[in-house]
């Protein structure tokens, strides 16, 4: 009868004022034992101060085949960056 | 190492001329050392590979926690044994990391246990080895762990992004447990006559099967070549065994303790230190079942995992009764 328990994807936030980031991912039965794990196999040396977890199969991601028409775009609008434009060294810093 | 003599899923490289579009394309990405992504196109024989060979690291990080975890409550005093029993802890963490890599590409965990416990995956030979004393405990740490480190270093920069990734975050971990394992025989090497004898003793029992764990030598090792081309593995068993050799003399010469083998000689020429092969008849049979310790380890694996068994199935049963009951309150 055994089952085996869901795979979770797990998120930690490093320090105060950073967001958190993707680190791995662990099973557990629910959210709950989730982050207990998470707190045992992903922050035994002070790598957080807080924790989310989201079930694997609950996250949509982007094909790796779209990568062209995704983000090809952006690569030809290069006036968005701001060093696009020349700023006389007389006006100072902008 | 902690994977090894891993069966490249086919024999021989692919020539470029061979490859489809397809794969020559996959080729490139690796040889300009961009990471292969779980969702990436991938050869099948790649993946394959992968997966036995991020098993059977995964399975050795969680086995070789038998042999430490043997002297947890036999450690000498408290603070040694809080430290052995982080160490412990680290290993099964770090048997997680490398099952969930292994699982990115489509292989459960569940499912790599059970090829284990039926004796279809392997785990590495370093591990059928006994710890018959506190002093095996230092030297495991500091030779086997130093051994492994030499491994996973090179291996951080693994072609697959999930593998390198739990390996870097595995080598900042695994510096800790070479580190402690040094200092327990440090203690035991400029301690009375008799520690000295032991640490001497186990120095002696484990150096030849710590470089083992490297595999054959790269004139034996037939499946290497696919797997070097694909960057599953960076380095040669030969090149991490010397530059294993080469990093431990020193440590041990500060120990005042010697190596088992005679034929340990600096080589001006090479620039590296010389030394004996180890009774490669002994690995193959250790790979084989035959080791001290293969039939208890397995042994022990299993009854652990079916020990756990109601543990397992309570909490996931426990998980879906709150879950209906929050259903029904809704």
Redesign the interface.
Known sequence: ?????P?WEIFIRGQHGLSHRHV????A??AE?AIKNAR??YT??NEGVSIWVVKANHIA?S??DEKGPLYEPSESKIYRHPTFFDIPDEVGSM | MYAQMIKTARSGVKSREEMTDQERAFQDKVDRDIKIEPQDWMPDDYRATLIRQMGQHAHSEVVGQLPEGNWITRAPTLERKAILLAKVQDEAGHGLYLYSAAETLGESRDELVRLLHEGRMKYSSIFNYPTLNWADIGAVGWLVDGAAIVNQVALQRTSYGPYSRAMIRICKEESFHARQGYHAIMKMAFGSPEQKKMAQDAVNRLWFPAIMMFGPNDSESTHSEQSMAWKIKVKSNDELRQQFVDQTIPQIEYLGLELPDPGIKWNEERGHYDFSDPDWSEFFDVIKGNGPCNVDRLKDRVKAWDDGAWVRDGLMAHAEKKRARKVAAE
């Open positions: 009868m055994s089952k085996e328990w795979l791995g991912s662990l099973h039965p629910d034992m045992d196999v035994r040396r991601a094909s790796p």
